[in-house]
């Protein structure tokens, strides 16, 4: 796909768990396009920081239904990316 690093990586996703995980395992987590691949976003987040990129795993997280006072509104799905990079390598996010 011919797509940016920027447009690639939506945001990072700072929770308890992928903050934990940065610090101690050296993976990180990111909401990302649903039309890139994990070779995409193995190049987008190694041009984005420079660092080396070891594993990409990725999920589809399906979106629910929230309850407004209006009706139902339907949420979207997302694509999370969870990348291991080398020994060595951070990447700052704050």
Same mark, same amino acid.
């Given at each position: 796909?011919?797509?940016? %690093?920027?447009?690639i990586? $939506? /945001? %990072?996703?700072?929770?308890? @768990? #992928?903050?934990? #995980?940065? *610090? *101690?395992?050296?993976v990180?987590?990111?909401?990302?396009? $649903? +039309?890139?691949? /994990?070779?995409?976003? @193995?190049?987008?987040? *190694? #041009?984005?920081?420079?660092? @080396?990129?070891?594993k990409?795993t990725?999920?589809? +997280? /399906?979106?629910?239904? +929230?309850?407004? $006072?209006?009706? @139902?509104?339907?949420e979207? #799905?997302?694509?999370?990316?969870?990348?291991?990079?080398? *020994?060595?390598?951070?990447?700052?996010l704050?």
């Open positions: 796909m011919n797509l940016e %690093p920027h447009y990586l $939506r /945001k %990072p996703l700072l929770t308890e @768990k #992928s903050t934990a #995980s940065m *610090e *101690e395992l050296n990180y987590a990111f909401e990302v396009d $649903r +039309r890139a691949s /994990k070779d995409d976003i @193995k190049e987008a987040v *190694e #041009s984005a920081f420079g660092v @080396k990129v070891l990409v990725t999920q589809v +997280r /399906k979106g629910g239904s +929230r309850r407004f $006072r209006y009706g @139902k509104v339907a979207n #799905s997302w694509k999370r990316a969870v990348v291991r990079v080398a *020994e060595g390598d951070t990447i700052e704050f």
